[in-house]
């Protein structure tokens, strides 16, 4: 059923739609670019999805080089086919990319690292910020934002709890694995990333993820690949009947008149750090 549910491409088309709300984090990583390096020529997105903020950034710098990452191919298919309709794929490569080894990205190669929304799913932090320091320029920049409350969690949690009949386990790697400043900035000193403001500013991004069935589908997108292995394993019944009748359940107080759910602000924190002159 992980395929029969919802297709890959249809994940990617809703994730799109799930993204689109996260604008405002995108605007605060760009104005962030902007004041730390005014003209940059060359900027290594990653983690982009479908194409953000690459495509904000290059609208914000227009003759910069980007290069638009993701680790997952169906992510970045979309995201040359959002680039070619926004007529950018001069200024914009998109290619598959693992930020823990980044090989083909030449070293002191990039005036810009951005990465948003991605550093906490990195199986080894350490060995992508090293990846990170080792493909910016002397004095380049890598901005990024993680988030430290993300509205979608605590829903995700009751989901899987009334699936499984009980507390679900605790994934090493999830949205709030950077939550407390601490647990991200003891790696970039260890990296040797210097933090340089807006480091930890904090801003507020609201999620509309819609109504009927596009907002369970959108709510439950972070949770397809948990949930489709719980219905594989065939021990919890029809597990995406009971998991849409939990998501409705949680979310009916967010509901608007117009019948939309809008969830409670999350809390997103800017990354900022710049790369010593001398490695």
């Known amino acids: 059923m992980s395929e029969g549910f919802l297709s890959s491409t249809e994940r990617v088309k809703l994730y799109k739609k799930l993204s689109a709300n996260s604008w405002p984090i995108w605007h605060s990583m760009t104005a962030a670019v902007r004041t730390l390096q005014p003209a940059p020529t060359t900027i290594l997105d990653i983690g982009s999805g479908p194409g953000e903020p690459a495509l904000t950034l290059s609208k914000e710098f227009p003759q910069a080089q980007i290069i638009c990452s993701d680790l997952m191919p169906n992510m970045v298919s979309q995201a040359a086919r959002e680039v070619a309709e926004a007529g950018r794929s001069d200024f914009i490569c998109c290619k598959v990319l693992n930020m823990q080894d980044m090989r083909s990205i030449e070293s002191n190669s990039q005036d810009v690292v951005t990465a948003s929304l991605s550093l906490m799913f990195a199986p080894d932090l350490d060995k992508a910020l090293a990846e990170i320091k080792r493909v910016l320029r002397p004095k380049g920049i890598m901005v990024g934002a993680v988030w430290q409350e993300a509205a979608l969690m605590p829903?995700?949690?009751?989901?899987?709890?009334?699936?499984?009949a009980g507390p679900p386990p605790t994934k090493p790697n999830n949205p709030h694995t950077l939550a407390e400043p601490v647990d991200l900035d003891m790696h970039l000193f260890a990296a040797d990333l210097t933090p340089i403001a807006p480091h930890n500013r904090v801003g507020l991004v609201t999620f509309d993820v819609g109504a009927g069935d596009d907002a369970w589908k959108l709510g439950m997108l972070?949770?397809?690949?948990?949930?489709?292995?719980?219905?594989?394993?065939?021990?919890?019944?029809?597990?995406?009947?009971?998991?849409?009748?939990a998501f409705e359940?949680?979310?009916?107080?967010?509901?608007?008149?117009?019948g939309n759910v809008v969830l409670p602000p999350s809390i997103y924190r800017l990354v900022a750090v710049r790369k010593a002159l001398v490695n």
């Open 222 to 245: 972070p949770l397809y690949p948990q949930l489709a292995e719980v219905q594989s394993a065939g021990t919890h019944g029809n597990v995406f009947d009971v998991a849409k009748a």
């Open 249 to 258: 359940d949680i979310t009916e107080k967010h509901k608007t008149p117009a």
């Open 155 to 164: 829903i995700a949690h009751h989901i899987m709890k009334t699936v499984l």
